[in-house]
């Protein structure tokens, strides 16, 4: 019988990286994914002529002026900033589907947010889709506010260029000709596209969210890397500002059932949640 295999023990300065990953975002990295430190960290060890995990570790607690965001640089490389164009796309079509009935309900300029959004492909999926829909129903373009705790990952959505491989993750070959152009063998996402969106830096756990009121908010694959008590607050949070009849779209894998009584499924939208009653 083949015996299952035992994750290594993590070095002390692989805890430490851990316990700074998660004080500053929330996100746990246990010991079956403790191989993503040495894999991300290593380009950063090279660069700086550093022999080995501990070395970065002690130069972080050294401080000073030299070694200024040391500390965030190591967090922002061991994010997790898997995404594609149109993510589960049926996910993405009903949010749209959302957004045409909450707009005949109420007409006026709906407010999406898109948080935790990596390089942005899913703020320029919702984009495309809701230019499409505007042809179709005449929905008016909605605000779409896009945030994430990267700054490297935020600098490269804005630009919104992307590679040959990134553009064909889940972009048809229709959609990459009408909305993107190439510019030095990168597609770049056309400026009537990336205007649309408004992109800012934010912790979920700590930063003050976007302001007012959002009709839909989409945190998609955030919460799975989350301690269950900085879960419930992140959902709180969010709750706080959906707007009355507005809806909370989570990962496939994600629920907020055992995790807050502030949202509870939505009965209309399957896999979609909505404020709880009061």
Known sequence: MTMPQ??????HAAHKIVSL?????GQQLDAGRAWRIDSAL?????ERGLASLDELVARIAEGGR????????????????????FRDAAVLDQVVAAAVD????APRRLRIWSAACSTG???????????????QSGLALPEVRATDISARALQRARTGRYTQFEIQRGLSIRRMMRWFELRDDMWEARSE?????????????SDPLPAGKFDIVLCRNVLM???????????????GVLRPGGLLVLGAGETVIGHTEALVPSERYRGMYRLAAH
Request: charged share 20%; net charge negative; proline share 6%.
């Open 225 to 239: 890397y989350l301690a269950p008590a900085t879960r419930r607050m992140v959902l709180e949070r969010i709750a």
């Open 66 to 85: 030299c070694e200024a965001g040391l500390a965030d640089l190591v967090v922002d490389a061991l994010l997790n900033q898997e995404t594609s164009f």
């Open 102 to 105: 909450m707009a005949e309900a």
């Open 193 to 205: 596209l990336r205007f649309r969106l408004l992109y800012a830096q934010q912790n979920l756990m």
């Open 42 to 46: 290593q380009p950063m060890l090279r």
């Open 121 to 135: 492909q899913e703020p320029l999926s919702l984009a495309m889709l809701f230019a499409e829909a505007q042809e």
């Open 6 to 11: 035992v994750a290594p023990p993590m070095s």
């Open 21 to 25: 990953l998660e004080q500053r975002t």
